[in-house]
């Protein structure tokens, strides 16, 4: 990446961020933009050029979680080591999004995958790896973001029957945008131009093997992502390994993300009513306001279902996404309550060292 280009108005460093940043004094403090993250250390790009910086000591205390450490896409106040040409982070600006989801393993720990991102291209293959049930999940957890998503069905040449696998993808993205295309062909990328506006930040998301890497290099008109061929069996395989900021020839901002292999929700439930609007409006037809779309009678929602208007499949995973948070918020609570008798047990302490 050209130095030149490494200015914070072309990085989307906007009024909303200017006036955040106001608190600072600009002769002590710069602003920078998180490109990559590698174990607590940080590749910034700044006006000054890219830099390499880590969180001050102060920082890493005061973090009380995960969600506190910057992540790719964040703006964060740093203070330059010219001797040293490294630089260390103080604070994070607000988030205008987050994409989110909770850590892998047993920890009950939101992940930020991505911040600050004005659009989400959800990316799936026009092959038999197309879940509608996945897509779900990603929709869910974009809305739940605050960005705004874009369905990007890829690989348009190699399906037989395009229309068909649109027509399926349209039934569970209502209001959405769901666009195909062949990078191949060069056929329908035109229609995400309007999206690639310069300083406007769009992440890519999808599993691995969907094509997101040759979307990257085809955006940035250069072999920047080593792309792999698709598996016998339809899987996809690992490509991008890690996530960064790739600034576009047109100025747009682009986060190439690795496929997921897990992908658990977090705090999703304003999402699940923009991805589930269909049930949920369906719902207040039902003659119970309980009514839990099993075998009650006067159920609106099973009425449509028979109709085949709403699919069973699309029901049971509605079902399935609503037990999940419910079990993610008792955890979530009890996490809660033990940090914070761990917090009184820390002043409790601290109290009684200075009575001694």
Known sequence: MEEQALTINRLGFDHFFKEAFSAYDEK?????????EHKRMYRI??????????VSGKFSFDASSREDFPAV????????????KRGTIHAVLPRKSKFSRKAAGVNTEEQIVAANVDTIF?????????????????????????????????KADLCENPEKKLAEVETVAMGV?????????????????????????????GSSGV???TLTNYLLGADKQRVQEIRSDDKGKHTTTHRELILLPD??????????????????????????????QAAHDCRFRDCTHDNEPGCAVLRLIEEG????????????????????????????QAEERKRWKKLSAGAKNKRI
């Open 28 to 36: 002590e403090y710069q602003m920078g933009r998180v490109a990559l």
């Open 45 to 54: 790009w700044t006006d000054k050029g890219e830099m390499l910086c880590e």
């Open 73 to 84: 896409g964040d703006w964060v106040v740093i203070k330059e080591r010219a001797d040293e």
């Open 122 to 154: 959800l990316v799936n293959s026009l092959n038999e790896d197309l879940n509608l049930r996945r897509l779900e999940r990603y929709l869910l957890l974009t809305w739940e973001s605050g960005a705004a998503p874009v369905i990007v069905l890829t």
């Open 177 to 205: 945008p769901v666009i195909s295309i062949s990078v191949m062909e060069e056929k329908g990328i035109e229609l995400l131009k309007p999206f690639l506006e310069p300083g406007e930040t769009i992440a890519l998301f």
């Open 211 to 213: 094509g997101k890497s």
């Open 251 to 280: 100025g747009a901002i682009l986060i190439d993300n690795p496929g997921m292999r897990e992908l658990q929700l977090w705090e999703s439930e304003s999402g699940l009513s923009e991805s589930f609007t269909d049930i949920e």
């Open 309 to 336: 208007s709403i699919s069973a499949a699309r029901l049971n995973s509605y079902k399935k996404l609503l037990k999940e948070l419910a079990y993610l918020d008792r955890k979530q609570n009890k996490r809660a």
